[in-house]
């Protein structure tokens, strides 16, 4: 984490001052909270963190979501100018464990999550249903769902 944090910053980007150790160390202290995470030769590829704490969905407020609050993948797996893009696709990836965990605590396989403006396209390009920007504790982002259905299908 500590490595992806300079090269972020000097792009500009919010995810560059991410509090990831904050969000280990509650999903490792607290029931209802998981940071998940991909790596390979000792090597952080992709990060998640999310609640289990259902909320409402935009779409049908009768069915609930898991909430992602952060994801974010090494820079050396995006695209350029940040990166060579060495692995494709872990963004995706975690959207897609992300659901399955939905599926298993009964949100039907829900997930709902803020995106930074910088990244808006990419939930776009994966289909994900596009809502209202919503104002966040750090800014005015946008908010998208996806079901497992989506996820199954997506590639």
């Known amino acids: ?15 560059g001052d991410w509090p990831w150790n904050a969000h280990v160390a509650r999903a490792e202290a607290t029931d209802g909270y998981l940071c998940l995470a991909v790596a390979r030769d000792g090597a ?8 289990e704490k259902q909320e409402r969905s935009r779409l049908d407020p009768r ?5 992602i609050e952060f ?10 100018p940040i990166g060579e893009r060495r692995i494709k696709g872990l963004g995706g990836l975690m959207l897609k464990i992300a659901a399955e965990i939905a599926t298993a605590s009964g949100a039907n396989g829900l997930i709902g999550l803020h995106a930074k403006p910088d990244v808006e396209d990419f939930y776009r390009s994966l289909h994900l249903h596009e809502c209202a920007a919503e104002e966040c504790e750090d800014g ?14 997506s590639t």
Do not use: I, K, N
């Open 1 to 15: 984490m500590r490595e992806w944090q300079p090269v972020l910053r000097r792009h500009h980007r919010p995810d």
């Open 44 to 51: 952080l590829d992709a990060l998640m963190s999310l609640t």
């Open 63 to 67: 069915r609930t979501v898991v909430y």
């Open 71 to 80: 994801v974010g993948v090494a820079p050396e797996h995006q695209q350029r």
């Open 140 to 153: 005015t982002w946008r908010y998208f769902e996806a079901c497992a259905f989506w996820c199954a299908g």
